[in-house]
C-alpha cells in the first residue's frame, strides 16, 4: 500500500492588525508564536492616540479599565484617566510585556487573501457548506492568508505570507 504525502504550509505566525489596545493584549498573550503586528500609524494606541481630543476622559474610574495582569499605577485614585493616561498606561505595560518587539510600525494593511486550508491544496472560494450560524470547513486545518501590506513611508506594497 503506497502513502500519499501531502505537503503542508507550516507557520506558527501569528499576524494581528493595529497595535491599539486589543493588539497589544493579542500580541501579549500570543507571544510564544512570534505575532507580527501591523500598524498602518508610527504610534501604538490606536484611537486612543489618534481620534481623541485633548479634553477625552474614560468615563469610567481607572480601576474599572485596566489590564488583570498589569494595574493602573496610584490604582486607588477614583479619578477618569485623560487619553494621554491610558496611552502612558498602554506603553507601559507593551513595555513591561515586551511586546513592541512584535510591532511593525507604518504598515498598513490593503489586502487580505485566504489561499488555504493548510491541506495543501488552494482554496480561494470561502463558500460554506454548513447551515445558518454554523461555521463548517470554513477555516478547518491551518488556514493560510496572505496579507498586502503597504510600508510608508515607500508605499511600497509587499506580501506577507
Known amino acids: 500500500m503506497a502513502c500519499e504525502q501531502i505537503s503542508y504550509r507550516k ?31 508610527d504610534s501604538i494606541g490606536g484611537v486612543w492616540k489618534h481620534c481623541s481630543f485633548a479634553s477625552t476622559k474614560l468615563q469610567t474610574p481607572r480601576c474599572d479599565f485596566e489590564f488583570s495582569d498589569y494595574p493602573w499605577p496610584q490604582r486607588d485614585n477614583s479619578t477618569f484617566p485623560s487619553y494621554l493616561d491610558i496611552l502612558h498606561y498602554l506603553h507601559a505595560y507593551a513595555t513591561h510585556f515586551d511586546v513592541l518587539k512584535f510591532v511593525r510600525f507604518n504598515s498598513r494593511v490593503v489586502e487580505i487573501r485566504y489561499i488555504g486550508g493548510g491541506d495543501g491544496r488552494e482554496t480561494t472560494n470561502l463558500d460554506v457548506a454548513a447551515g445558518p450560524g454554523e461555521f463548517g470547513p470554513l477555516l478547518s486545518g491551518h488556514p493560510v492568508w496572505e496579507v498586502a501590506v503597504e510600508t510608508h513611508p515607500s508605499k511600497t506594497v509587499e506580501v506577507v505570507p
Not at 507557520?11 to 505575532?35: C, D
Open 11 to 41: 507557520s506558527t505566525r501569528v499576524g494581528i492588525i493595529g497595535a491599539g489596545i486589543s493588539g497589544i493584549a493579542a500580541a501579549k498573550q500570543l507571544s510564544h508564536h512570534n505575532p507580527i503586528v501591523l500598524e498602518a500609524t
